[in-house]
């Protein structure tokens, strides 16, 4: 089937994120009279609110920080949790008590999550604590390469932490509720959810390489939260202090996501060899690991890029074209295919 130069050059619309939530118009005071009252209302009576923040400026809503003066006149932190991804915020909520339980470093939930009337849009939110540390995104921008071996470690620390707690997970109500995402059922959703990029040999290719592939692994699920960005992982005094965003909570292989620290260029930890460091670690070889890495490639590929095109479109990091993630992406996969055939 060939396709229109319209649909090739079609950006894909994210049907999982939320975009129907407008940012206010003065960023430097993002809070609602409904979301202000809320958080006072967890304070101590005459508690003030000094000054909020967005968490950043894209993927929006997104978590606002909070400065605010106890009676006592000391400073306080804290975070009204929001989300870009739907049903995000609700699915950390019920998860967040179960890890804290199972003895993870994550936020603690202090209320919520509740429904702004004024701007149903937004979604749920919550209030939660703020953890010690910093986390690694920022940090590793200047850190030295020395510094970042380092904090490799610690972060696959972090997810070796997540995977522990799969057992405990498994035996509590909260397992009946996360997904169980295998290896199988990731490929026949790409399959499913169809799109142009379907007709391209490559893809199409990767497919049909794919389907014998991911039958034949059987490794157990783990739980994960879905995302092991190194911005989610906090540490303080070279030690971690944190987990957070838990937004996306699942059991799933435990290797693919990842695969993500070569899909998205989670750069300078993806050139330090965090991924390699994590495949020594749990005797995987290449070949074993190209699967998860196609998974996420095609999956990346169908859900936020277009076929062709796109070259003087930024994406919302302001990091690369979309051209360029594409070409990246589709060099990527033709090695990684490679690696699957030999």
């Not at 950006?11 to 407008?22: D, M, Y």
């Not at 000094?50 to 929006?60: E, P």
């Not at 937004?122 to 910093?134: E, H, K, R, W």
């Not at 590929?301 to 095109?309: A, D, I, K």
Request: charged content about 15%.
């Amino acid at each position: 089937m060939s396709l229109s130069p319209d649909e090739k050059t079609c950006i894909p619309a994210p049907s999982h994120l939320n975009t129907a939530w407008k940012a206010p118009a003065d960023l430097a005071r993002p809070l609602t009279p409904f979301q202000e009252a809320f958080v006072l209302s967890n304070c101590p009576k005459g508690t003030r609110i000094l000054s909020a923040r967005l968490h950043r400026t894209v993927q929006l809503p997104c978590p606002i920080w909070i400065d605010l003066a106890l009676p006592t006149g000391e400073p306080y932190k804290l975070i009204l949790r929001m989300n870009y991804i739907p049903h995000g915020v609700e699915q950390e909520a019920a998860v967040l008590p179960w890890l804290a339980k199972c003895g993870l470093p994550v936020p603690a939930l202090l209320a919520g999550p509740v429904i702004d009337p004024t701007q149903p849009e937004a979604g749920a939110m919550t209030i939660l604590n703020v953890l010690p540390g910093q986390d690694f995104l920022g940090w590793g921008r200047t850190a030295t390469p020395a510094q970042i071996q380092w904090a490799i470690g610690l972060i696959l620390q972090g997810v070796a932490m997540m995977h522990a707690v799969t057992g405990p997970l498994l035996h509590t109500p909260l397992a009946s509720q996360l997904p169980r995402n295998t290896l199988d059922a990731e490929l026949q959703a790409i399959i499913q959810a169809g799109g142009p990029w379907l007709t391209e040999p490559i893809f199409s290719q990767a497919i049909e390489a794919l389907v014998p592939a991911t039958s034949l692994i059987q490794t157990p699920l783990a739980f994960s939260s879905g995302d092991y960005n190194q911005g989610n992982f906090l540490f303080e005094d070279k030690r971690l202090t944190g987990i957070i965003d838990f937004s996306g909570p699942c059991f799933e292989d435990p290797h693919i996501s990842m695969a993500m620290y070569w899909v998205h260029c989670w750069n300078p930890f993806d050139r330090a060899g965090i991924v390699e460091r994590y495949l020594e670690q749990q005797h995987l070889s290449s070949a074993e690991f190209a699967p998860r890495v196609a998974l996420r490639c095609l999956r990346t590929m169908q859900e936020r890029l277009p076929v062709c095109g796109g070259e003087e479109i930024r994406d919302e990091w302001d990091f690369e074209s979309l051209a360029q993630t594409r070409e990246r992406l589709l060099g990527l996969l033709g090695r990684i295919m490679d690696t699957m055939n030999h």
